[in-house]
């Protein structure tokens, strides 16, 4: 490191008012009581507020911020922020810097253009933001100032959730709750509540950005609509944890500084397996703020992409025939006294409470494992899930060998050591002893355990947390209540807590066996399989998210108080109109790139062949039938794109005004259809077309190492 270079520990957190900003700033009084509402043991004392924001104003002058903004996450999968300047002017017009306790608690910014699903109507503007104490402010520098950004919940003038900030919160407090329930009947008496820990292993690409703006696809849909797989592709690409090159390693850092300033630590950053892919891992972090700090890691990746004259794509399923990218979402619990509650331990009887979270989340799935499949149905993810590493689009779940051991073998009772790794000696003297994990890897399961979390391997790159982790979290409060109703009557009688405990992980087991499979879900007679166990096999996004209108599901959100039934109704329309946009986008964009530069690339070709036929000497005409017979397959390609283009113009035109769901049925079956037809016969031309005829850069040109080398 050079001399001149800051240490990370140096700069962490420096724009952020956490707590230790917070106490060093405000009067010992004010602090406490804004602590309680910061912790979740009540509600925000509106008599401090003016305190908290005169010394948040102060401390965000001080580090350069020349405005503020309520920074909120509407149903977009994108934060929203509208920038207010803390410079106004007195009453003899001189300036001052001015930001009181009202509008730290609250703004309103217009709510018509955002979408609602019906909870209101167009001219019903009006919408309000509220400061979620729970999740700090911080500052995001511009070249000329900051901005303090205040993480907020969005809502419309009745009270209505407009953001994916609200549920999230409820979903949160609700298994809380339960948690804690569960521990008591454990008799834990010291821990005073329980939070959830979060981590999301965010994938992505980068694309040398003078190429990426020569592709209207990437430019416009973050995906390539077209384009023949390289040679070389990734099945010989050595690129899996490889060197990283030095471009990339400098965009790398620079994300990671800025994180820091951001209070996040990313430990680790790799090569993925696709070539001119990447990821970031975080340090787990509390659910909410770890939701908070994705949508800034995804934000700031996305300046120094730029700055490193790259184009970031965050899609899940960029580049045909190589892996996509996902955000594989960690999840686990622990409580007031730092115990992670899904890490086992050496002593069997402690382990009860363990299994009894286990339990209580397969129970949680079993019964919902088509809300979650919904939870991250998108129009990108339906290319992703399924193929090259990524999970299948069936709900199961992986919990390892060892745990799986234990319980099927509950009858003989619980004697199994679940901290027990074993060892693998490699046989050389040099090199020590490893110690093997609890659990192996399944990387064909969409949800596993991995030890000490659970890991929700389905979530897209893109997407914003709130929306899976809600569902996940509100499934799994499910399984822990009625965990607890049925060891609560098991104790009725006197029974010891952890016999029965095991009596009741025993039954969950056994009903939960629907959703747990340890096999490879790749496997094509594992559809078949999930149908027999009555598994939701959605084959496309639509009907996917058709599982948000499963009364059993929508029983769940709203007896939780996470989402009322209107609401859930409301959200399963914005996810379809999204997925219709975005179909619509993409069929306007292909037939751009057909008629802009793939049709008369065919056209080029055809004439420059043709002409090289006609001039051919005679004595040379007798083997030219391989000749012909390609430019009789080009011409075929041009005619078969062109009336796939007018069929996919007739679907498009259908569904301009018509129902969100039949457009969305529509799309998803005749408009995807034609689309992949359309790719193929592109594809071929591709193939058959000289590269200086070839109007976009090809899959070839966007791998090439060079672009990541300095």
Known sequence: MDEGVTRPAEIFGMHVFDKAAMKERLPEDVYRRLMTAVEGDGKLDGSIADYVAAAM??????????????????????????????????????????????????????????????????????????????????????????????PSVFISYDGTPLDMKTPLLKSIGAIQERAMRLLKLFGNRTVRSVDVTIGAEQEYFLVDEEKARRRPDIELCRRTLIGAPSPKAQAVEAHYLGAIHPRVLAFMEDVERDMYRLGQVLITRHNEVAPGQFE???????????????????????????????????????????????????????????????????????????????????????????????????AGNSYRLGGHEAPPAIMSVYVGSQIDRALNGLAQGLNEDMTAKGSIDLGLDRLPTLNRDVSDRNRTSPIAFTGNKWEFRGVGAPQALGGPLTVMLAAWSEGIERFCTALESRLIGGADVADAALAVIKDA??????????????????????????????????????????????????????????????????RLEQYNETMLTEIGVLRAMMFEGVLPAISKQLACEAGALSALPVELRAHIAPWEKNLKRLAEIKCGILEKLEMLDAVAGSVKDGDAHAAAKTLAGDGASL?????????????????????YPTYTDMFRIEDFKL
């Open 509 to 574: 087991w056994e009903e939960s066996a629907n959703v747990r499979f340890e096999g490879n879900g790749y496997d094509a007679a594992w559809i078949e399989e999930a149908k027999r166990r009555g598994l939701p096999v959605c084959r496309n996004t639509v009907e996917a998210l058709d599982q948000y209108l499963s009364r059993e599901h929508r029983d769940l959100l709203a007896n939780l108080g996470i989402m009322t039934d209107r609401e859930i109704v409301a959200y399963h329309e914005v």
């Open 675 to 695: 689309m992949e037809s359309i790719r193929a016969d592109s594809d071929e031309a591709e193939r058959l077309i000289a590269k200086e005829l070839w109007p």
């Open 57 to 150: 104003k102060e401390w965000a002058l001080s580090k350069g911020a020349t405005h503020y903004t309520h920074w909120f996450q509407p149903r977009t999968e994108v934060t929203a922020e509208r920038h207010m300047a803390f410079l106004n002017l007195d009453g003899e017009g001189h300036p001052i810097h001015t930001f009181s306790g009202k509008e730290l608690i609250q703004s309103e910014p217009d709510a018509s253009s955002f979408p609602s699903g019906g909870m209101r109507n167009t001219f019903e503007a009006r919408g309000y933001c509220t400061w979620d104490p729970s999740s700090p402010a911080f500052i995001v520098l511009s070249h000329k100032g900051g901005t303090l950004c205040i």
């Open 280 to 378: 970031f891992a975080p340090v787990l972090s509390e659910a909410n703020q770890g939701c908070d700090q994705n949508q800034m890691l995804m934000e700031v990746m996305r300046k120094m992409a730029r700055r490193h004259h790259f184009q970031l794509l965050l899609h899940e399923k960029p580049f045909a025939s190589v892996n996509g990218s996902g955000k594989h979402l960690n999840v686990s619990l622990r409580d007031s006294e730092g115990r992670n509650l899904l890490k086992p331990t050496s002593n069997p009887r402690r382990n009860v409470q363990f299994l009894s979270f286990i339990a209580s989340f397969l129970l949680g799935v079993s019964r919902h494992g088509g809300l979650l499949r919904a939870s991250i149905a998108s």
